[in-house]
């Protein structure tokens, strides 16, 4: 059987809080809004101890198909519209179809990958199976081959970005045909069912950074795999690519990619400013991740030095930003903001013995918290009944103030904005507070979060639902991501050259009178 991929655990958002300094209790409700997507991160599930041999455990037909019951039902009850995007009856189809599948003991990682397929199936970036990718994770320590192409996806064909195979043939821009015989045009819907995302797109996004996962578990254990390319020039040819684990050099010597990693502040011309934040959090590993003391140092160093230049307009960037935590975001907002401001417009929970149970584990864990979020969570859950719906209260922020920077705001954006740098987007959008910029992202302005966990009880596998529905501050409640002011080019092939960055300098400057 092919192996369904959860979405990455550590995709889409990071806790998201309210500024501390300006509102207390908003710190800790923003923390439980989203998940963030970052590269690389994972949030293990639930370990079950292994068998004294080291074996990982096995479970029956009848204890999967226990907990399968229990995933659906629990689905049901505390996702906030488990069917907004899929409709009951695909759902019921496929419930019918995955349990006559379950005639066989298998392993929890086995049954992670088969629930995530199903769950997957709910369009929804906050629906799904946390896994920490056991056994894909055991097969590369052993040395086992993992596919050796960056891949960037447009218009349905896979884009060569990254070469670690030594196969030099193969070169950044080359078009990826097949894999091991099976056309690329079978190969993608195969991938993204594997992961749970509100749009193809967004899957696509998240499949650039998977791809050796989801090969893997596609295609099964190979020493090599048969890619067959078609080059820029036109011609074509395949090829038996393989690559140890710790390979790391790239085998296209073409000019290395501009880099939008780190944090940077400085003038790009006399009159115009230049701003890219980087995460939303503190980044430090010896430090505490929600410690903001050296970000708004950072800031505010940077905003007085603009002012002091008179700075007429600034860019803020967001491209390639995973987002964070908004006691991060809002005194950036702050700075430039006319007026007072809030990041959605409704935020609505679901209630849920599940989510009321999640909500007490954080009681219980933190019992001398009084003013946490938790408590209000409560006192809501309480008042309401199992299935209803209830409005959260969402904190206003105020502008800081004067001095304040008031020239014209520029934000650039790309399909790699994520989080709480969509929810910045969408917020300077809504209020006007900023022209937006760049290429449409591929994650949600209005979305499905607020996760929550439950866990099931033969197999301790970890179930993520969204308990609320989060709408953007303009009161547009459809899931769609942030399409920009205006847009501009967002090559797939990065060069040395920022392409977005000097057509965006190109338009400010065309604003500009002499």
Same mark, same amino acid.
């Given at each position: 059987?092919?192996?369904?991929? *959860?979405?990455?655990?550590?995709?889409?958002?990071?806790?998201?809080?309210?500024?501390?300094?300006?509102?207390?209790?908003?710190?800790?409700?923003?923390?439980?809004?989203?998940?963030?997507?970052?590269?690389?991160?994972?949030?293990?599930?639930?370990?079950?101890?292994?068998?004294?041999?080291?074996?990982?455990?096995?479970?029956?037909?009848?204890?999967?198909?226990?907990?399968?019951?229990?995933?659906?039902?629990?689905?049901?009850?505390?996702?906030?519209?488990?069917?907004?995007?899929?409709?009951?009856?695909?759902?019921?189809?496929?419930?019918?179809?995955?349990?006559?599948?379950?005639?066989?003991?298998? /392993?929890?990682?086995?049954?992670?990958?088969?629930?995530?397929?199903?769950?997957?199936?709910?369009?929804?970036?906050?629906?799904?199976?946390?896994?920490?990718?056991?056994?894909?994770?055991?097969?590369?320590?052993?040395?086992?081959?993992?596919?050796?192409?960056?891949? =960037?996806?447009?218009?349905?064909?896979?884009?060569? %970005?990254?070469?670690?195979?030594?196969?030099?043939?193969?070169?950044?821009?080359?078009?990826?045909?097949?894999?091991?015989?099976?056309?690329?045009?079978?190969?993608?819907?195969?991938?993204?069912?594997?992961?749970?995302?509100?749009?193809?797109?967004?899957?696509?996004?998240?499949?650039?950074?998977?791809?050796?996962?989801?090969?893997?578990?596609?295609?099964?254990?190979?020493?090599?795999?048969?890619?067959?390319?078609?080059?820029?020039?036109?011609?074509?040819?395949?090829?038996?690519?393989?690559?140890?684990?710790? %390979?790391?050099?790239?085998?296209?010597?073409?000019?290395?990619?501009?880099?939008?990693?780190?944090?940077?502040?400085?003038?790009?011309?006399?009159?115009?400013?230049?701003?890219?934040?980087?995460?939303?959090?503190?980044?430090?590993? #010896?430090?505490?991740?929600?410690?903001?003391?050296?970000?708004?140092?950072?800031?505010?160093?940077?905003?007085?030095?603009?002012?002091?230049?008179?700075?007429?307009?600034?860019?803020?960037?967001?491209? #390639?930003?995973?987002?964070?935590?908004?006691?991060?975001?809002?005194?950036?907002?702050?700075?430039?903001?006319?007026?007072?401001?809030?990041?959605?417009?409704?935020?609505?929970? !679901?209630?849920?013995?599940?989510?009321?149970?999640?909500?007490?584990?954080?009681? #219980? =864990?933190?019992?001398?918290?009084?003013?946490?979020?938790?408590?209000?969570?409560?006192?809501?859950?309480?008042?309401?009944?199992?299935?209803?719906?209830?409005?959260?209260?969402?904190?206003?922020?105020?502008?800081?103030?004067?001095?304040?920077?008031?020239? !014209?705001?520029?934000?650039?954006?790309?399909?790699?904005?994520?989080?709480?740098?969509?929810?910045?987007?969408?917020?300077?959008?809504?209020?006007?507070?900023?022209?937006?910029?760049?290429?449409?992202?591929?994650?949600? =302005? %209005?979305?499905?979060?607020?996760?929550?966990?439950?866990?099931?009880?033969?197999?301790?596998?970890?179930?993520?639902?969204?308990?609320?529905?989060?709408?953007?501050?303009?009161?547009?409640?459809?899931?769609?991501?942030?399409?920009?002011?205006?847009?501009?080019?967002? *090559?797939?092939?990065?060069?040395?050259?920022?392409?977005?960055?000097?057509?965006?300098?190109?338009?400010?400057?065309?604003? /500009?009178?002499?």
């Amino acid at each position: 059987m092919t192996r369904p991929l *959860p979405s990455p655990g550590g995709r889409r958002h990071l806790l998201l809080t309210t500024q501390r300094k300006l509102n207390g209790r908003a710190v800790m409700m923003r923390r439980m809004l989203f998940v963030c997507m970052l590269a690389g991160w994972f949030l293990p599930a639930l370990a079950q101890e292994p068998a004294p041999d080291n074996k990982p455990p096995i479970f029956t037909p009848e204890q999967i198909q226990a907990d399968f019951d229990s995933l659906y039902e629990g689905l049901q009850s505390a996702n906030f519209d488990l069917y907004a995007f899929t409709p009951r009856s695909d759902f019921e189809t496929r419930y019918r179809e995955f349990s006559d599948s379950f005639v066989k003991p298998m /392993t929890r990682f086995d049954v992670e990958m088969a629930f995530q397929q199903f769950v997957a199936l709910a369009h929804q970036a906050h629906t799904r199976i946390e896994s920490d990718y056991s056994d894909y994770r055991a097969y590369r320590a052993a040395g086992g081959a993992g596919f050796p192409l960056g891949i =960037a996806v447009e218009e349905d064909q896979l884009i060569v %970005t990254g070469n670690f195979s030594g196969v030099t043939e193969i070169r950044r821009g080359d078009s990826i045909r097949a894999i091991d015989g099976v056309p690329i045009s079978n190969l993608l819907p195969r991938f993204i069912a594997h992961l749970s995302a509100e749009t193809p797109d967004f899957a696509y996004v998240l499949l650039e950074t998977y791809m050796p996962l989801v090969v893997w578990l596609e295609l099964g254990s190979a020493d090599a795999y048969a890619v067959s390319v078609e080059h820029a020039d036109g011609s074509s040819g395949t090829y038996e690519l393989s690559v140890a684990a710790d %390979t790391e050099k790239d085998s296209d010597d073409a000019e290395q990619p501009f880099s939008l990693a780190g944090r940077d502040a400085r003038m790009l011309t006399e009159t115009v400013a230049y701003l890219r934040p980087g995460p939303f959090s503190n980044t430090n590993p #010896d430090a505490n991740t929600w410690d903001n003391t050296e970000f708004v140092e950072f800031v505010d160093s940077a905003f007085e030095t603009f002012i002091a230049k008179r700075a007429k307009q600034l860019v803020v960037d967001l491209r #390639d930003n995973p987002g964070g935590d908004n006691s991060f975001s809002d005194p950036v907002i702050a700075w430039f903001a006319d007026r007072p401001f809030r990041f959605s417009s409704d935020f609505r929970v !679901k209630v849920s013995p599940q989510s009321t149970a999640a909500n007490q584990a954080r009681l #219980d =864990a933190s019992p001398n918290d009084s003013g946490s979020i938790s408590h209000l969570y409560a006192r809501l859950y309480a008042a309401t009944e199992n299935g209803e719906t209830v409005q959260f209260p969402i904190p206003v922020i105020e502008p800081r103030p004067q001095p304040r920077y008031e020239g !014209k705001v520029y934000v650039l954006v790309n399909r790699y904005s994520f989080s709480n740098a969509v929810t910045i987007a969408a917020l300077l959008q809504d209020y006007d507070f900023g022209v937006i910029m760049g290429e449409q992202t591929v994650d949600m =302005a %209005t979305t499905y979060g607020a996760m929550e966990r439950f866990t099931l009880p033969e197999t301790g596998i970890v179930v993520a639902y969204p308990k609320a529905l989060i709408v953007r501050p303009s009161g547009n409640d459809k899931a769609h991501p942030v399409t920009p002011d205006l847009a501009l080019p967002s *090559p797939r092939i990065r060069g040395a050259t920022d392409v977005m960055l000097e057509a965006a300098l190109g338009h400010i400057e065309s604003e /500009t009178p002499d």
